[in-house]
């Protein structure tokens, strides 16, 4: 039996271009947004050469700068997570061990950017060592 829904009818909303819009935008937003927070990263370290523990943990401490570093923190790990899985789905072939990829490159992102996010607070709120 010959289905009367247009070609376009039977594709839509299936495959892997449901959600590259969305996908292509993140990308670029956190590129974008990862530009100014390395510049000031890179100068920041710049400044802080030679610098001991304490000021460096001093500096950090300071609401601007640890803000400003879990910013970089999250854009930095969602924008790498959203280029490997660009790369997985390009690359990798099996169904099982793209999923498995998949899976496993979300979950080693939010689990470094957590974990770099709660030192940050912790410096932040005083709770060192």
């Not at 892997?16 to 670029?28: C, I, L, N």
């Not at 990263?41 to 500096?59: Q, R």
């Amino acid at each position: 039996m010959t289905s009367v829904r247009t070609p376009l009818a039977r594709v839509r909303g299936l495959g892997s271009a449901k959600a590259g819009v969305e996908h292509w935008w993140m990308q670029r937003l956190t590129a974008l947004a990862l530009v100014p927070l390395t510049l000031w990263f890179v100068y920041s370290l710049t400044a802080l050469t030679g610098a001991s523990h304490g000021t460096v943990a001093l500096w950090l401490a300071r609401p601007r700068n640890s803000v400003l570093m879990i910013m970089l923190v999250i854009a930095a790990f969602h924008h790498a997570q959203l280029g490997l899985q660009v790369v997985i789905e390009d690359y990798v072939h099996g169904e099982g061990t793209r999923l498995a990829a998949l899976v496993a490159v979300k979950f080693l992102a939010l689990l470094l950017a957590a974990g770099s996010i709660f030192g940050i607070v912790r410096i932040a709120f005083g709770v060192i060592g």
